[in-house]
Antibody
């Protein structure tokens, strides 16, 4: 079945750029009606939607993070990536990648990766 | 501050029924389908309900979803201790052109 796996540094210094990659296995990232996205969860807090990308490169971003976020896709590697610039301690969170279904008025995320904790600290 | 509003916690006894509410606005719940996610301690969220009232394969019919206007509800019947988890509602916000979640509800099965 479809599986997603996040990878990247677990520690990032303040003001630097957080970079994560999600590898998709068991299916193609070039599927119709599916976006591929990132969601984060600060320790002990709720979920925050970061953004998502279609295999063609079309993107949606959370307006509150848009100025710092870039999501890209590499269909040849069946991967998509997240870059979050100028990070602060407030960006410390578990970052999840997930397949996101968007069609008409329907939107949901399934499945999710296991998540990776990224800590922002000097 | 989450776009969607959920109660921080709910509780009920084993075997009982519980409902979790999710309140939004016309730009999100009012005009889009709602999804619900279960997050067991230390694990990633899992899709529980999609398109307001549909269950993915493998999700028991003890879990149900409904919507009225700008509010949605998750219902869980026949509560089990294994249902203790955080539950999140989610949907698309057409004004923000972004996904949005509720702040989460912690379910305790007493």
């Amino acid at each position: 079945q479809l599986q997603l796996q996040e990878s990247g540094p677990g520690l990032v210094k303040p003001s630097e750029t957080l970079s994560l990659t999600c590898t998709v296995s068991g299916g193609s990232i070039s599927s119709n009606n599916y976006y591929w996205g990132w969601i984060r969860q600060p320790p002990g807090k709720g979920l925050e939607w970061i953004g998502s990308i279609y295999y063609s490169g079309s993107t949606y971003y959370n307006p509150s993070l848009k100025s710092r976020v870039t999501i890209s896709v590499d269909t040849s590697k069946n991967q998509f990536s997240l870059k979050l610039s100028s990070v602060t301690a407030a960006d410390t969170a578990v970052y999840y990648c997930a397949r996101q279904y968007y069609y008409d008025t329907s939107a949901y995320a399934d499945p999710w990766g296991q998540g990776t904790l990224v800590t922002v600290s000097s | 501050q989450s776009v969607l509003t959920q109660p921080p916690s709910v509780s009920a006894a084993p075997g009982q029924k519980v409902t979790i509410s999710c309140s939004g606005s016309n730009s999100n719940i009012g005009n889009n389908y709602v999804s619900w996610y279960q997050q067991l301690p230390g694990t990633a969220p899992k899709l529980l309900i999609y398109e307001t009232n549909k269950r993915p394969s493998g999700i028991p019919d003890r879990f149900s979803g409904s919507k009225s206007g700008t509010s949605a509800t998750l219902g869980i019947t026949g509560l089990q201790t294994g249902d203790e988890a955080d539950y999140y509602c989610g949907t698309w916000d057409s004004s923000l052109s972004a996904g949005v979640f509720g702040g989460g509800t912690k379910l305790t099965v007493l």
